[in-house]
């Protein structure tokens, strides 16, 4: 793993990622057009993100059958390497050791795991009432730079 950037940088970024996936869960950004960034990044920061999203949902308890409604959703075939891994019982999470040709795949199926496990918890515990700061993100927007503190953080 290499350190390529200084720790602001960093934070910087990880808001940066923060934002993108929650806004593909919440319907406000298109798969698409976050696998386009995704595939913009360098290798590490790809690898970076894919363990950041990986942390997101299993956060969000995501399971094989999220994985499988996720995996129809992504675009991706059922067969592809990171399909089969998210759709394991518990999923296996270790898609930054694949392949750097199966990361977008990977992003692709991922992302769309933890947006079906993370509508759930929207509905049955957030219920458009929660101080997590990824689920209020039109908010966060107001108020750039307010730390992302919420119960469940
Ligand atoms: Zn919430």
Redesign the pocket.
């Known amino acids: 793993m290499v350190t390529e950037t200084s720790s602001d940088d960093g934070r910087a970024f990880r808001r940066e990622t923060e934002r993108v996936v929650n806004e593909i869960a919440q319907g406000l950004r298109r798969l698409d057009d976050g696998a386009g960034w995704f595939g913009s990044l360098s290798l590490v920061r790809q690898q970076g993100v894919l363990q950041a999203v990986t942390g997101y949902a299993m956060q969000a308890h995501m399971t094989a059958a999220d994985g499988r409604v996720g995996v129809a959703r992504s675009g991706v075939k059922p067969t592809a390497n990171p399909s089969v891994m998210i759709c394991m019982d518990p999923p296996r999470y270790g898609f930054a050791g694949l392949p750097f040709g199966e990361y977008v795949n990977a992003f692709r199926v991922l992302v769309s795991g933890f947006a079906v496990a993370d509508a759930r918890r929207?509905e049955r515990y957030?219920k458009g009432a929660?101080t997590?700061a990824w689920?209020n993100l039109s908010a966060a927007a107001r108020t750039v730079g307010a730390p992302g503190t919420g119960p469940c953080a």
């Open positions: 929207r957030c929660c997590h689920h």
